[in-house]
Protein backbone atom coordinates (compact mmCIF):
# COMPACT_ATOMS: atom_id res chain seq x y z
CA UNK A 1 0.00 0.00 0.00
CA UNK A 2 1.43 3.36 -1.14
CA UNK A 3 1.33 6.12 1.28
CA UNK A 4 2.48 9.98 0.51
CA UNK A 5 3.27 12.00 3.84
CA UNK A 6 3.34 15.29 3.62
CA UNK A 7 4.89 17.59 5.87
CA UNK A 8 6.28 21.42 6.13
CA UNK A 9 2.85 23.37 5.66
CA UNK A 10 1.97 26.16 7.84
CA UNK A 11 0.97 29.87 8.50
CA UNK A 12 3.77 32.73 7.64
CA UNK A 13 3.77 36.12 6.35
CA UNK A 14 2.98 37.24 2.77
CA UNK A 15 7.19 37.42 1.49
CA UNK A 16 8.10 34.61 3.58
CA UNK A 17 9.26 31.27 2.59
CA UNK A 18 8.07 27.57 2.98
CA UNK A 19 9.26 24.07 2.19
CA UNK A 20 7.15 21.28 1.66
CA UNK A 21 8.25 17.69 2.23
CA UNK A 22 6.33 14.64 1.12
CA UNK A 23 7.88 10.84 0.96
CA UNK A 24 6.05 7.53 -0.46
CA UNK A 25 6.03 4.75 1.14
CA UNK A 26 5.08 1.30 0.66
CA UNK A 27 6.50 1.28 -3.18
CA UNK A 28 9.03 -1.11 -4.58
CA UNK A 29 10.11 1.25 -7.23
CA UNK A 30 10.30 4.89 -8.52
CA UNK A 31 7.36 6.80 -9.90
CA UNK A 32 7.04 8.09 -13.27
CA UNK A 33 6.73 11.47 -11.60
CA UNK A 34 5.51 13.53 -8.71
CA UNK A 35 3.89 16.50 -8.09
CA UNK A 36 2.25 19.08 -6.01
CA UNK A 37 -0.88 20.24 -6.49
CA UNK A 38 -2.92 23.04 -4.62
CA UNK A 39 -6.54 24.20 -3.73
CA UNK A 40 -8.55 26.82 -2.53
CA UNK A 41 -11.73 27.04 -0.85
CA UNK A 42 -14.80 27.06 -3.29
CA UNK A 43 -11.98 26.18 -5.93
CA UNK A 44 -10.87 23.55 -8.17
CA UNK A 45 -7.53 21.61 -7.25
CA UNK A 46 -4.84 22.93 -9.59
CA UNK A 47 -1.23 21.87 -10.88
CA UNK A 48 1.45 24.02 -8.95
CA UNK A 49 4.50 21.83 -10.11
CA UNK A 50 5.55 18.91 -11.37
CA UNK A 51 8.77 16.45 -11.50
CA UNK A 52 9.13 13.45 -13.93
CA UNK A 53 11.74 10.80 -12.91
CA UNK A 54 13.99 12.15 -15.74
CA UNK A 55 13.57 15.65 -14.16
CA UNK A 56 11.50 17.39 -16.92
CA UNK A 57 10.19 20.03 -14.95
CA UNK A 58 6.51 22.16 -15.51
CA UNK A 59 5.29 24.84 -13.17
CA UNK A 60 2.03 27.04 -13.07
CA UNK A 61 2.62 30.31 -14.49
CA UNK A 62 1.43 31.40 -10.99
CA UNK A 63 4.39 30.15 -8.97
CA UNK A 64 6.75 30.26 -11.93
CA UNK A 65 10.25 32.31 -10.48
CA UNK A 66 8.94 32.03 -6.62
CA UNK A 67 8.60 28.01 -6.58
CA UNK A 68 11.40 24.94 -6.84
CA UNK A 69 10.50 21.57 -7.08
CA UNK A 70 12.95 18.95 -6.65
CA UNK A 71 12.89 15.14 -5.60
CA UNK A 72 14.95 12.71 -4.93
CA UNK A 73 14.80 9.33 -6.49
CA UNK A 74 16.25 7.13 -4.21
CA UNK A 75 14.29 8.33 -1.29
CA UNK A 76 11.03 8.62 -3.75
CA UNK A 77 10.58 11.99 -1.65
CA UNK A 78 9.58 15.48 -3.24
CA UNK A 79 10.09 18.76 -1.91
CA UNK A 80 8.81 22.28 -2.93
CA UNK A 81 10.43 25.03 -1.87
CA UNK A 82 7.95 28.45 -2.42
CA UNK A 83 9.57 31.81 -1.55
CA UNK A 84 8.34 34.96 -2.16
CA UNK A 85 4.68 33.58 -0.79
CA UNK A 86 1.49 35.83 -1.44
CA UNK A 87 -1.65 35.74 0.09
CA UNK A 88 -2.92 34.15 -3.12
CA UNK A 89 -1.09 31.14 -2.64
CA UNK A 90 -2.76 30.08 0.68
CA UNK A 91 -4.48 26.60 0.00
CA UNK A 92 -4.06 22.71 0.72
CA UNK A 93 -1.46 21.62 -0.60
CA UNK A 94 -1.64 17.73 -1.84
CA UNK A 95 1.48 15.82 -3.05
CA UNK A 96 1.33 13.53 -5.50
CA UNK A 97 2.86 10.51 -7.39
CA UNK A 98 1.95 8.67 -10.55
CA UNK A 99 3.47 5.20 -10.62
CA UNK A 100 4.89 3.69 -13.97
CA UNK A 101 1.94 1.42 -14.26
CA UNK A 102 -0.34 4.60 -14.52
CA UNK A 103 -1.94 4.51 -10.52
CA UNK A 104 -2.50 8.02 -9.10
CA UNK A 105 -1.50 8.52 -5.45
CA UNK A 106 -2.81 10.89 -3.43
CA UNK A 107 -1.01 12.61 0.45
CA UNK A 108 -3.37 13.77 2.71
CA UNK A 109 -2.75 17.42 2.24
CA UNK A 110 -0.85 20.11 4.45
CA UNK A 111 -2.17 23.38 4.68
CA UNK A 112 -0.34 26.30 3.45
CA UNK A 113 -1.51 30.23 4.89
CA UNK A 114 -0.21 33.21 3.87
CA UNK A 115 -1.21 36.47 5.68
CA UNK A 116 -0.78 40.09 4.24
Known amino acids: QVQLVESGGGSVQAGESLRLSCAASGSRGSFKAMGWYRQAPGEQRDLVAL???????NYADSVKGRFTISRDNAKNTVYLQMNSLKPEDTAVYYCNALAWSGTNYWGQGTQVTVSS
Open 51 to 57: ITYGSTI
